[in-house]
């Protein structure tokens, strides 16, 4: 091989790698950066672009699309001095390619420790119960502060997740004891409203009973009294008619009222409960016969008034 035929494959060679260097295609969700003698000057878009070799070069390759770093765990002493491990994520965007490349050294790492910092920071002026129970308020503290201080770097905090707070085990164990003694607690307290409640309410139902009862009683006495009142009215009553009956000359009705009396007489003693024997009258017609006698006076007795009394004189006669 001759020395042009070696200079010829050179000069292919270089035009080769010459043109390689002017032509520049960036893929679909990055940004290059371009260095003209090693200073920054512009910013590639996704494409295809020529650059002059040797004058102008890549300085930076930039991912634009949304990206997430993995918090490694730490120890965080809480506000109570309770030591924690917490780690999390991290989803960020980079907006501007150049102060990505150019204003921080080791982005990641640098957002990295400001998470980690920002974490300590908040969960250090909570107590461990708050600690556990406002995740989201942390997150959002974290987030704010983070973003802040990202924002001259060019790049956007999406969002901070707190994945796990572990506290040590023996504090867990405790914090489990008293949940359970807790519980127990608020169970013993509605068991004891449940017996209250029961005692109040079965305390209202006899009181509503001995009321209905008192009321009950108060109306039973009126209603014998207004009976005894009315059985009195009628016994008056009939006295009354029967002592007219007498003084009219009815005999019977005298009689009547012996007898409905004495009947009377016998149906109590016949229905006392310390009676075992009943004794009745041999001689029924001998009662009666007494109820006769009684008529029989007191129709003399009414008809002795009558014969005492002067006969009428008789009309004089015409012409007499």
């Known amino acids: 091989m001759g020395l042009g035929s070696l200079l010829t494959i050179i000069l292919l060679i270089a035009g080769i790698v010459l043109l390689f260097k002017t032509v520049r295609m960036v893929p679909q969700g990055y940004e290059w950066t371009v260095e003209r003698f090693g200073r920054y000057t512009h910013t590639l878009?996704?494409?295809?672009?020529?650059?002059v070799p040797v004058v102008y070069g890549i300085g930076r390759k930039v991912n634009m699309m949304e990206?997430?770093?993995?918090?490694?765990?730490?120890?965080?002493?809480?506000?109570?001095?309770?030591?924690?491990?917490?780690?999390?994520?991290?989803?960020?965007?980079?907006?501007?390619?150049?102060?990505?490349?150019?204003?921080?050294?080791?982005?990641e790492i640098a957002i990295?420790?400001?998470?980690?910092?920002?974490?300590?920071?908040?969960?250090?002026?909570?107590?461990?119960?708050?600690?556990?129970?406002?995740?989201?308020?942390?997150?959002?503290?974290?987030?704010?502060?983070?973003?802040?201080?990202?924002?001259?770097?060019?790049?956007?905090?999406?969002?901070?997740?707190?994945k796990?707070?572990?506290?040590?085990?023996?504090?867990?164990?405790?914090?489990?004891?008293?949940?359970?003694?807790?519980?127990?607690?608020?169970?013993?307290?509605?068991?004891?409203?449940?017996?209250?409640?029961?005692?109040?309410?079965k305390a209202e139902g006899e009181k509503q009973s001995t009321i209905l009862e008192a009321e009950g009683n108060r109306e039973a006495a009126f209603r014998a009294a207004e009976a005894r009142e009315r059985q009195a009215e009628a016994e008056a009553k009939a006295t009354q008619l029967v002592?007219?009956?007498?003084?009219?000359?009815?005999?019977?009705?005298?009689?009547?009222?012996v007898a409905q009396k004495y009947i009377e007489a016998f149906k109590s003693l016949a229905e006392a409960p310390n009676q075992k024997f009943v004794m009745m009258p041999m001689e029924s017609a001998g009662v009666i016969g007494s109820l006769g006698g009684?008529?029989?006076?007191?129709?003399?007795?009414?008809?002795?008034?009558?014969?005492?009394?002067?006969?009428?004189?008789?009309?004089?006669?015409?012409?007499?």
């Open 45 to 51: 878009t996704p494409g295809l672009h020529f650059l």
């Open 67 to 107: 990206q997430v770093l993995e918090v490694p765990s730490q120890d965080v002493i809480t506000k109570d001095n309770a030591v924690v491990k917490v780690d999390g994520i991290v989803f960020f965007q980079v907006l501007d390619a150049a102060k990505a490349a150019y204003e921080v050294a080791t982005l």
């Open 112 to 162: 990295l420790n400001l998470v980690m910092t920002n974490i300590r920071t908040a969960i250090g002026s909570m107590d461990l119960d708050e600690s556990l129970s406002k995740r989201d308020e942390i997150n959002a503290k974290v987030l704010v502060a983070v973003d802040q201080a990202t924002h001259p770097w060019g790049i956007k905090v999406n969002r901070i997740e707190l």
């Open 164 to 201: 796990d707070i572990a506290p040590p085990r023996d504090l867990v164990e405790a914090m489990a004891r008293q949940m359970k003694a807790e519980r127990e607690k608020r169970a013993n307290i509605l068991e004891a409203e449940g017996f209250r409640q029961a005692a109040i309410l």
């Open 243 to 257: 002592s007219d009956a007498i003084s009219s000359g009815n005999v019977q009705a005298i009689n009547y009222f």
């Open 294 to 320: 009684i008529a029989e006076l007191a129709k003399e007795a009414l008809e002795r008034p009558r014969a005492a009394m002067p006969a009428p004189a008789a009309a004089p006669r015409a012409g007499g």
